[in-house]
């Protein structure tokens, strides 16, 4: 099994900077990529930003395109997006998730709220 741990996030003003880091424990083999998700209220959840454990290719939402860096430390198992510029339409709970190989299931972290507000 796969253990997500999660931390960062909070209240930002408008132009700031967060970073979120996301740690992968357990059967980290069985990982094919990790990624961020968001869902604000009323809204389905969407990808923000993702890389692929092979490779280090990202894919970004267009809506953060330019103002976010997902990166990765291998030697922690841990991703890190970096959200600059934010905005309030940022505002949302972000969750981390890892998908697996072999047709297993994704696993998700519990979510932590980020909140764009002056």
């Known amino acids: 099994q796969v253990q997500l741990v999660e931390s960062g996030g909070g209240l930002v003003q408008p132009g700031g900077s967060l970073r979120l880091s996301c740690a992968a424990s357990?059967?980290?083999?069985?990982?094919?990529?990790m990624g961020w998700y968001r869902q604000a209220p009323g809204k389905q959840r969407e990808l923000v930003a993702g890389i692929i454990t092979a490779g280090g290719s990202t894919k970004y939402a267009d809506s953060v395109k330019g103002r976010f860096t997902i990166s990765r430390d291998n030697a922690k198992n841990t991703v890190y997006p970096q959200m600059n510029n934010l905005k309030p339409e940022d505002t949302a709970v972000y969750y981390c998730?890892?998908?697996?190989?072999?047709?297993?299931?994704?696993?998700w972290g519990q979510g932590t709220q980020v909140t764009v507000s002056s």
């Open positions: 357990g059967s980290i083999l069985d990982i094919s990529a």
């Open positions: 998730n890892a998908a697996r190989k072999w047709g297993l299931s994704d696993i």
